[in-house]
Structure formats: C-alpha cells, structure tokens
C-alpha cells in the first residue's frame, strides 16, 4: 500500500508532461513544415557556337568486356552537342543570391553508373553529404577515383556488382573523377551545399525549378568550355528564360 501510495501522485504528472511534450512536439512539427510558398523557375539552353567538332573514338580493345558492351565504337563525351547546337553536361547552378539559408541533404542518393566502362551520366551533380552510390553493372573490376581540391581524395576498387557507398562533405564544382582500369574513363562530379542546380540533357536544355524569388547570380559550368555567368530577378510564381552560349575556345 505504501508504495501504491508513493506511485499513484506521480501518475498524473507523467500523463501532464506527456501530453505537453505531445503538445510540443505537434507545435514544431507545424512551425517545421515547409510553407506552401510561391516559387519561381528559371528555364533555358546551352548553346555551342563554333566550327562542328566530331566525337572522338574511344579504344576499349585494352579490355575485351569494355569493347564487347559496345555495338557501335564508344565515344567521348567531353564536348556533347545536339544538331540544334545545344549543349549537354552543363551544370547550371546558382552561385550567389541565396543568403545565409541552410540546407538538408535530400533523402534519395544521388547514382552514378560504370556501364559499357563509361560514367552514366558522364556529369553528375549532387548536394554536400548526399549519398552518392557507384553502381558497377559491368562484367569487370572499376577503380572509381575522384580527384578533389576541396574534399578527401578516395580511391576504391570496385568488382562487378559490389556496392560503393560514399559523400562529398564540402562544396566544389566540380571534382574530375577517373577510373585507375580504363585511362580513357572520365566524369565530373558537382557537389553544392543548396539544391538548386541542374545538369543540361542531351539537347542542351534545363529547367530549374522551385528556386525562392529573388535576385541570382547564375552560373553554367562545362568541363571544357569553362564557366558563364548572368544576373536575374525572378518574381513569385515566374518564370524566366536563360541562355548560355560557349564558344570554342572562349
Ligand atoms: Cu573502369
């Protein structure tokens, strides 16, 4: 009885605090959701202006499984461009405008593919401690070995089909990334502290969406033809169009 006693006045406490901590917990994971704010977009191309360059050929005959995963010769993807003059494998990014706002890693890693011994895609973007998984679908041993400026180098053997699990903590646009097997292997990876980035597909078009109205600076980045740079405002709920033209050897 005596313990029954000592007990019994406590119980209504714990349910008191309970259901104010439940109380708590429901206040913050409403100030924590997200406001349905409007949001502005910026669409547009990359465009090559130059004489027409030709892809180079790329020889797989140093390892029999690279060249037999190839029907048509393999080739290089350093300089992608569409018959319309667009350009793929640009990253266009904001670079200045974003304040002093933090940002979470998304949930969903980011993937990158050694197949046909070539990266897919062959310039990949993704957000600072994002997880990143190299996939080796390929009935041969990669060594995947990003060589940063701003983050630790790493250097992993990878056999058909082992898992490679890995994260960029530091933002650095963008690390040249080589395979140790295949000299002729190459990619680039992007790794920026905001989400709002996008790589241009194989015509040269982006769309960059869900961006907070405001003023940007907006940059577009080509491992060769190096980086471009404009200024725009955009408005709640607008969108607007941008296009970056590289020139050969500009
Ligand atoms: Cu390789």
Redesign the pocket.
């Known amino acids: 009885m005596k313990i029954k006693y000592i007990l019994t006045p406590h119980i209504p406490v714990m349910i008191v605090t309970a259901v104010a901590l439940l109380m708590a917990a429901h206040i913050a994971a409403v100030a924590a959701a997200p406001a349905v704010a409007a949001t502005a977009s910026l669409k547009g191309a990359a465009k090559f202006q130059g004489a027409a360059l030709k892809p180079t050929r790329i020889d797989m005959s140093s390892d029999p499984n690279c060249a037999k995963a190839h029907t048509t010769p393999a080739t290089t993807e350093d300089l992608v461009i569409a018959a319309n003059g667009g350009l793929a494998n640009v990253i266009v990014y904001v670079s200045d405008g974003l304040g002093d706002r933090t940002f979470e890693p998304p949930q969903q890693p980011a993937v990158i593919e050694?197949k046909g011994?070539q990266y897919k895609p062959h310039v990949l973007a993704l957000q600072t401690n994002q997880k990143l998984d190299v996939v080796n679908d390929d009935p041969t041993t990669?060594?995947i070995h990003p060589m940063p400026n701003n983050n630790r180098e790493w250097n992993k053997s990878q056999p058909h089909g082992m898992p490679v699990e890995e994260a960029f903590p530091r933002e650095e646009i963008a690390i040249p990334v080589k395979?140790n097997?295949?000299p002729w292997?190459r990619s680039y990876i992007a790794v920026f502290k905001h989400p709002y980035f996008v790589v241009t597909d194989k015509d040269g078009n982006f769309d960059l969406k869900d961006l907070p109205p405001g003023t940007y600076t907006i940059k577009a980045w080509h491992e060769k033809l190096g980086t471009q740079s404009q200024k725009i405002t955009v408005g709640a709920n607008e969108t607007k169009t941008l296009e970056f033209v590289f020139k050969s050897g500009s």
């Open positions: 050694q011994c990669h060594n395979c097997v295949h292997m």
